[in-house]
């Protein structure tokens, strides 16, 4: 007699917390605050972010601009910016390069949050000077699309060493350099940022020869200026 009375009470004790706090946790639920504590708040923090992976932060550069002016990665801080490696005189991949990334420019015209960083990598003959006329001929307005030149050494480096997008001279090609037609995507942190492929692996940086990539690097600029 007593087991069933204990097994009473136990039953009416969880009939009443069932009324009383299940609707309370279904509502919690619904409204997303489950769990209101500090590793929560983390999360949310983290959600915040967008789904681009993080290769890590970009490499510091010091150059010279169009207009003379020394620019500097941290000119950039707070901003999302695409950045290039190309030459003025090239004859094969930039023609296509400039193309899309005047597109890309067109598309964030009016965001003050975002620019573009093209780098020469024949500083002997891209003086700032021949950059500005370069600029003009693309019709470049833009104060946030700096063509930076500088020493040929430290820009090669800057390429190959620190982005680890390919450059280099070579004779036997038309123009006499030779670099990949890559696009690397910073975001306001000044960390590289990237998508992955259908495999799950990080693409590291975007095509810009081709509209697929062009079509990706837009998308995910979206991504980071809403960070």
Same mark, same amino acid.
């Given at each position: 007699?007593?087991?069933?009375? #204990?097994?009473?009470?136990?039953?009416?004790?969880?009939?009443? =917390?069932?009324?009383?706090?299940i609707?309370? @946790?279904?509502?919690?639920?619904?409204?997303? *605050? *489950?769990?209101?504590?500090?590793?929560?708040?983390?999360?949310n923090?983290?959600?915040?972010e967008? #789904? &681009?992976?993080?290769?890590?932060?970009?490499p510091? =550069?010091?150059?010279?601009?169009?207009?003379?002016?020394? @620019? *500097?990665?941290?000119?950039?801080?707070?901003?999302?910016y695409?950045?290039e =490696? $190309?030459?003025? %005189? /090239?004859?094969?991949?930039?023609?296509?390069?400039?193309?899309?990334?005047?597109?890309?420019?067109?598309? =964030?015209? !009016?965001?003050?949050? $975002?620019?573009?960083v093209? @780098?020469? @990598? !024949?500083?002997?003959?891209?003086t700032?000077?021949v950059?500005?006329?370069?600029?003009? #001929?693309?019709?470049? %307005?833009?104060?946030?699309?700096?063509?930076?030149?500088?020493?040929?050494?430290?820009?090669?480096?800057?390429? !190959?060493?620190g982005? !680890?997008?390919y450059?280099?001279?070579?004779?036997?090609?038309?123009?006499?350099?030779?670099h #990949?037609? &890559? $696009?690397?995507?910073?975001?306001?942190?000044?960390?590289?940022? /990237?998508?992955?492929?259908?495999?799950n692996?990080?693409?590291?940086?975007?095509?810009?020869?081709?509209?697929?990539?062009?079509?990706?690097?837009?998308?995910?600029?979206?991504?980071?200026?809403?960070?």
């Amino acid at each position: 007699m007593m087991k069933n009375k #204990s097994y009473i009470g136990i039953s009416f004790i969880i009939l009443i =917390f069932g009324i009383i706090f299940i609707p309370k @946790i279904i509502d919690r639920i619904k409204g997303g *605050t *489950t769990v209101q504590n500090d590793r929560m708040s983390v999360v949310n923090e983290k959600e915040k972010e967008s #789904s &681009l992976y993080k290769i890590g932060p970009a490499p510091q =550069f010091e150059l010279t601009n169009q207009n003379g002016k020394k @620019i *500097t990665n941290k000119d950039y801080e707070g901003k999302v910016y695409v950045l290039e =490696f $190309f030459f003025s %005189t /090239c004859p094969s991949i930039c023609p296509i390069m400039n193309k899309n990334m005047i597109a890309i420019e067109k598309e =964030f015209a !009016n965001e003050p949050n $975002f620019g573009i960083v093209s @780098i020469t @990598i !024949n500083p002997e003959n891209d003086t700032p000077e021949v950059l500005k006329e370069h600029a003009k #001929s693309l019709g470049i %307005t833009s104060e946030n699309w700096n063509f930076l030149t500088g020493d040929l050494d430290y820009i090669m480096d800057l390429s !190959n060493k620190g982005f !680890n997008i390919y450059a280099g001279k070579n004779s036997k090609v038309s123009g006499g350099f030779e670099h #990949s037609g &890559l $696009f690397a995507l910073i975001d306001k942190k000044g960390n590289i940022r /990237c998508r992955k492929d259908d495999y799950n692996n990080p693409i590291m940086y975007y095509d810009g020869l081709e509209q697929k990539g062009v079509n990706a690097i837009k998308e995910d600029i979206k991504l980071l200026l809403a960070e």
